[in-house]
Structure formats: structure tokens, C-alpha cells
């Protein structure tokens, strides 16, 4: 994109975080090398759908296409109106759905139930009790492939969601300085461990 076309994100972006900062939870939007970060982490390896879930004005979206990945292997979705139709002009071969990230069953259908290679998650959780962190990651590892993963863009210096033995387990890369404010992407892995495998 443009200097200038950046200029008009980061004031659309900043004019909807002033009349809702609890749905976005960042003034601005992820910076490119924050986003590449997040993409280089995710198990977009694997054959399978690709699914993003808070993709804003389309930073990642636009990094996942660079990496090379197949604009019909991915599905944003996107619950501020004004975004999603920027998204859908912007990536018209991208499937951009206007809806709730947080409840897949109702925004993606539930019969039958599509299974990612990766998870990309950009939705504010933090006003949410961790238990209710821990229940919803758990949710959308059911939709995950084996061998996938779920990633998520995150300020806080520690997980903002803590591993699920038998689940998931948490790991994070270094901190990305370039990005305003500095933060790590959380890389939540299938947990592959004894206790994982005694629960199937």
C-alpha cells in the first residue's frame, strides 16, 4: 500500500477504536513486520483452509498472500461492518465474512465443520476471565488439523491465555520492536505430550 493509503488506515482505524477501543484493543493497526512475524509462525504449511479471525484492514491477510499463500485457502472474518467492506474490495478473491469470531459454529455453519491448518487471532480478549480464555482456544482447537496452530498478536509480556494440558501448549516469539507499541506474537501448539495422547 501507499503512504498515503497507510495514513487513511491508521485514521479509520484510530476513528473506529475512539467509538468501540473494547472491540479493537489497538489504536493503530499491527505493523507489517508484526504481521509477517505472525505469519511465519503459523502452520500455514500444511494443506487446509487458513482462517483469520479479527483481520482489521487486512495487514495480515496482506502478509499471508505474500508468503504465497492461496487467497482461496483463506477465510477472514471480520465483525466491524466498515473493515469487512474494506476487506472485500481489497482481496475480492479472499473469502471476508462479516460476523462473530468468537462463535465459528454460528458464523461459519456447524454441519459440516471445516478444520484449519492454522488459526491467525487478532480479537481483543483481555476483558474476558481467563477460564473463559482457556474454553474458547480449546473450541477453536477443535477446528484445527492435525499438526495446526493457533497464533495471536498480543501487547502483554506474559500469554494472555494460559496452556490446556492435553490441548494446547504456549510458546512466543521475540518481542517485535518496530511495532507500536512493542509486542510478541503467542504461538499456541497442539500438546502432543503423555497426558495429550491418554485423553484420545
Avoid at 500500500?1 to 495514513?7: C, H, I, N
Avoid at 472491540?23 to 505469519?39: E, F, I
Avoid at 469487512?84 to 462463535?103: I, M, Q, S, Y
Avoid at 454441519?111 to 488459526?119: C, E
Amino acid at each position: 500500500m501507499t503512504e498515503t493509503s497507510d495514513r487513511g488506515d491508521f485514521a479509520r482505524f484510530f476513528a473506529t477504536w475512539i467509538r468501540h477501543p473494547l472491540k479493537l484493543g489497538a489504536v493503530a493497526p499491527s505493523s507489517p513486520a508484526y504481521c509477517r512475524t505472525m505469519v511465519e509462525a503459523a502452520a500455514t504449511g500444511i494443506e487446509g483452509p487458513v482462517l483469520e479471525l479479527g483481520p482489521g484492514l487486512g495487514v495480515v491477510t496482506r502478509a499471508l498472500l505474500d508468503k504465497g499463500v492461496e487467497p482461496s485457502r483463506i477465510t477472514s472474518i471480520e465483525y466491524e461492518k466498515s473493515f469487512a467492506d474494506v476487506l472485500k474490495t481489497r482481496f475480492p478473491t479472499v473469502n471476508v465474512v462479516e460476523g462473530d469470531g468468537f462463535d465459528l459454529d454460528k458464523t461459519l455453519g456447524t454441519a459440516p465443520k471445516t478444520r484449519f491448518a492454522a488459526i491467525l487471532f487478532a480479537i481483543p480478549i483481555l476483558n474476558m476471565a481467563q477460564a473463559q480464555r482457556q474454553a474458547l482456544f480449546t473450541r477453536y482447537f477443535e477446528r484445527l488439523l492435525p499438526g495446526g496452530n493457533l497464533t495471536q498478536l498480543s501487547y502483554l509480556p506474559t500469554a494472555p491465555v494460559k496452556p490446556v494440558p492435553g490441548v494446547f501448549t504456549v510458546s512466543s516469539s521475540p518481542i517485535v520492536w518496530s511495532n507500536i507499541p512493542p509486542a510478541r506474537v503467542w504461538i499456541y501448539s497442539q500438546d502432543t505430550g503423555p497426558r495429550a495422547a491418554g485423553a484420545r
